[in-house]
């Protein structure tokens, strides 16, 4: 393994190629990869994901990649990047399903609620601008109008506001879009699908 190869995990759930891709594009280097040996010398992963919380989880669990993935994020503290699903992830669960998340963000993933406005529709599908609530090398070279696309029914709703890092708007309904603390971060949005800003914070994921 190069020693500035990303690791995508791969546990069989979500478009890794496309991440791939956009890694390649920006000038970086990856493996796609669901061995534990090439997780536990990683210099930096990459958890992808799109689908329901459970079934995502179960996959997690069956891959028996949990253990090395845990030692790498939380004993090594590699950068660590949840993306879509892979950042809900993180957080403690979710009303979507009944199997705990990893918990490493004190953070619940729950539905829109949008029963009070029914011109919203969801899944919440399309562009969407973030706002920084906090500075992070993940977001440099972004500002308040940079779009990402989404595609979700459920957002972060994390117990602690210093977990947010950014917030995005659906209609009037303000939802936390992404979430960092030390060196984990999770985002909502997909940067592989986002044109020239899901390439800045792909570069920036680079350089961290």
């Given at each position: 393994?190069?020693?500035?190869?990303?690791?995508i995990?791969?546990?069989?759930?979500?478009?890794?190629?496309s991440?791939?891709?956009?890694?390649?594009?920006?000038?970086g280097?990856?493996?796609?990869?669901?061995?534990?040996?090439?997780?536990?010398?990683?210099?930096?992963?990459?958890?992808?994901?799109?689908?329901?919380?459970?079934?995502?989880?179960?996959?997690?669990?069956?891959?028996?990649?949990?253990?090395?993935?845990?030692?790498?994020?939380?004993k090594?503290?590699?950068?660590?990047?949840?993306?879509?699903?892979?950042?809900?992830?993180?957080?403690?669960?979710?009303?979507?399903?009944?199997?705990?998340?990893?918990?490493?963000?004190?953070s619940?993933?729950?539905?829109?609620?949008?029963?009070?406005r029914?011109?919203l529709?969801?899944?919440?599908?399309?562009?969407a601008?973030?706002?920084r609530?906090?500075?992070?090398?993940?977001?440099?070279?972004?500002?308040?109008?940079?779009?990402?696309?989404?595609?979700?029914?459920y957002?972060?709703?994390?117990?602690?506001?210093?977990?947010?890092?950014?917030?995005?708007?659906?209609?009037?309904?303000?939802?936390?879009?992404?979430?960092?603390?030390?060196?984990?971060?999770?985002?909502?949005?997909?940067?592989?699908?986002?044109?020239?800003?899901?390439?800045?914070?792909?570069?920036?994921?680079?350089?961290?």
């Amino acid at each position: 393994m190069k020693d500035d190869e990303i690791i995508i995990i791969d546990y069989h759930i979500g478009n890794l190629n496309s991440i791939a891709n956009m890694i390649r594009k920006v000038g970086g280097k990856c493996k796609i990869s669901s061995e534990v040996d090439d997780i536990l010398e990683a210099k930096k992963l990459i958890l992808p994901g799109v689908g329901s919380f459970d079934h995502g989880m179960s996959q997690l669990i069956k891959s028996d990649l949990g253990d090395a993935i845990e030692e790498k994020a939380l004993k090594d503290k590699i950068p660590f990047l949840g993306i879509c699903l892979g950042a809900q992830l993180l957080t403690k669960g979710s009303e979507e399903g009944n199997i705990n998340g990893l918990g490493w963000l004190d953070s619940d993933t729950v539905r829109f609620n949008l029963d009070d406005r029914p011109e919203l529709k969801i899944p919440h599908m399309g562009w969407a601008e973030i706002k920084r609530n906090k500075k992070s090398a993940l977001l440099e070279n972004l500002d308040d109008q940079s779009r990402f696309y989404f595609v979700h029914t459920y957002h972060f709703k994390p117990k602690r506001t210093d977990l947010i890092l950014t917030t995005s708007q659906y209609g009037n309904y303000e939802f936390a879009s992404a979430l960092s603390k030390d060196n984990i971060y999770g985002v909502q949005f997909h940067p592989e699908k986002s044109h020239k800003f899901g390439m800045q914070l792909m570069t920036n994921f680079l350089r961290i």
